[in-house]
């Protein structure tokens, strides 16, 4: 399972003693929520909570966790209403989590001054179709965590993200 994984990830991680393993993924299917979005979300992010807790917890046991940034985003956003089948289809907007020691505090109401509800303007620019509205490009948070993790010069960033334009007002990271 994700869990498992994880932890032979971090096991990994701190038997390399080269620093060869920079940047390593994961891909966790089964995000399409298209049908029973309750249970199977529900079901998702368990393992996935397990999964982040695993990993920190044998991290910190191997004394790598001040090494370590994680990102985990999902390839798609969702609509905010419930379609035919009690699941969602695709929308624009989605989320993203950035574990790790060097990480600024900041959630979605962190991009907005006032409490989020139903009257913000948060909600008022979902469309008449549910498709969410996308608050950062996940190549932000990307390339944050290559320059501020890994060293790569700011310049170098138009050669892995083409036509993107990395804004460092918008950290996530401390630097």
């Known amino acids: 399972g994700m869990a498992g994984a994880l932890v032979e990830l971090a096991r990994l991680i701190a038997a390399d ?11 966790v299917g089964g995000w399409d929520t298209h049908t029973d979005q309750a249970n199977r979300f529900r079901g998702g ?3 996935l909570a397990a999964g982040l807790r ?4 044998e991290a910190v046991a191997q004394g790598i966790w001040g090494r370590v940034t ?3 985003h999902s390839e798609f956003g969702r609509r905010v209403y419930e379609n035919g089948t009690l699941g ?19 959630s979605a109401a962190g991009f907005f001054p006032n409490t989020l509800n139903a009257s913000h ?10 498709v969410v509205p996308k608050v950062m490009d996940l190549r932000q948070l990307q390339a944050e965590a290559l320059v501020y993790r890994l060293g790569l010069p700011p310049a170098q960033l138009a050669t892995v993200f083409p036509g993107f334009t990395f804004d460092p007002a918008e950290l996530v990271f401390r630097t």
């Open 54 to 57: 695993a990993f920190y917890d």
């Open 17 to 27: 003693t080269d620093d060869r393993f920079r940047v390593c993924t994961l891909d």
């Open 88 to 106: 969602t289809d695709h929308g624009y907007g989605g989320v993203s989590l950035v574990m790790g020691t060097r990480v600024r505090r900041l």
């Open 70 to 72: 994680v990102l985990c």
């Open 121 to 130: 303007a948060f909600y008022s620019a979902i469309d008449a179709d549910g």
């Open 45 to 47: 992010l368990e393992d």
